[in-house]
């Protein structure tokens, strides 16, 4: 079973930032957050992960709260191509395979 | 960066026949990689662990003479649907991980449809 849980859709005015919220209330303390995203009838693409820090990378940052039981992504300016299913998966570095959640359903706006 | 190749993206077959589905790491080596099925509107389900050499270790409920996977070798796993159904129609999806590499790459995903 996924270990997080995220709404199940949110929009997003084109040029503003987009922030996705998930909680991971039971994570543990060797386990990562990643999020991936999943374009429509395409295979999911790796955004960012982080442990404790908050990270930034060319495609979004992640914002993880002090008792990690929660974080949020950010796109900083959204455009039309960032509509997709947003994946926050939480798992360690010896785990196997990623198990997905539903998702949250972003749709950018024009 | 780390790119899985994953062939065919598109394949309608008839009832009774098989499919064969390639998921190839184009610039390393993967000893273990993972195929996943999705449904319209669903969320990935992990189908089956494919490691190089070795049987495939398959998820509960997931029939393995039906999903008969192979990985002979640390560039390409495959996986072939037996005797396909319509209620086999899906997207398929594969995964690999380079070491060193931030989480997993996926492929670009198959969609099988039997008619």
């Known amino acids: 079973d996924a270990k997080t849980t995220q709404p199940t859709s949110m929009d997003c005015a084109e040029g503003r930032a987009a922030n996705l919220p998930c909680n991971h209330s039971?994570?543990?303390?060797?386990?990562?957050v990643y999020w991936y995203r999943q374009i429509h009838s395409q295979g999911p693409q790796y955004i960012i992960h982080?442990?404790?820090n908050n990270e930034t990378n060319e495609m979004a940052s992640l914002i993880i709260t002090e008792d990690r039981k929660s974080s949020t992504l950010i796109l900083p300016h959204a455009t039309l191509r960032d509509t997709a299913v947003y994946y926050c998966?939480?798992?360690?570095?010896?785990?196997?395979?990623?198990?997905f959640g539903p998702g949250t359903r972003l749709s950018v706006l024009p | 960066g780390a790119v899985v190749s994953q062939h065919p993206s598109r394949v309608i077959c008839k009832s009774g026949t098989s499919v064969k589905i390639e998921c190839r790491s184009l610039?390393?080596?993967?000893?273990?990689m993972f195929w996943y099925r999705q449904f319209p509107k669903k969320s990935l389900m992990l189908m089956a662990t494919?490691?190089?050499?070795?049987?495939?270790?398959?998820e509960q409920g997931v029939e393995k003479d039906k999903f008969l996977i192979n990985h002979a070798s640390l560039t390409l796993s495959t996986l072939t649907v037996t005797s396909a159904h319509p209620e086999d129609s899906s997207f398929y999806i594969c995964?690999?991980?380079?070491?060193?590499?931030?989480?997993?790459?996926f492929g670009s995903g198959t969609r099988l449809t039997v008619v």
């Open positions: 995964s690999a991980s380079s070491q060193g590499a931030a989480g997993y790459t």
């Open positions: 039971t994570i543990s303390g060797n386990e990562y």
């Open positions: 982080g442990l404790k």
């Open positions: 998966i939480v798992r360690d570095n010896y785990g196997q395979n990623f198990v």
């Open positions: 610039d390393f080596q993967a000893t273990t």
């Open positions: 494919s490691n190089e050499g070795s049987k495939a270790t398959y």
